[in-house]
C-alpha cells in the first residue's frame, strides 16, 4: 500500500472530534488525532486486519476512543470513508461508498 486518504467527510469527522476532546481537556485533542493516524498507518500495512462490514468496506476501531475508522481499498491506497463515533445511528456513511 502506498497510504491513506480521508474523503472530505472523514476529514470534517477528525476535525469535529478533536474539537471536542480538546475542550473536554487540553491535549486530549491531540491524542485523538494520534490515535486515528497511528491507526490508520497501521491499516497500510495491514489492509485486510480489519472487518469487513460491508464488500469493500471494512472496520477498525480506534485505540482509547469509542470511533471506528472505516476504510475501503482502492488500487494501491486506503480510502478513508469515515472516522464515526460508535454511538451515531449505524450506516449513516453508506451514501460515502
Known sequence: M???RLIAEAQRE???GTT???AQHPGLGKDFVFEVRR???HIVETPRLGTEIQPGVRRRMVRR???AVLYAVENSEI???AIAHQ???PDY???RT
Open 20 to 22: 471536542f476532546y480538546e
Open 93 to 95: 456513511w453508506t451514501s
Open 87 to 89: 454511538s451515531r445511528r
Open 2 to 4: 502506498s497510504g491513506y
Open 79 to 81: 480510502i478513508v470513508l
Open 39 to 41: 491507526l490508520c498507518r
Open 14 to 16: 477528525l476535525r469535529s
Open 65 to 67: 476512543f469509542p470511533y
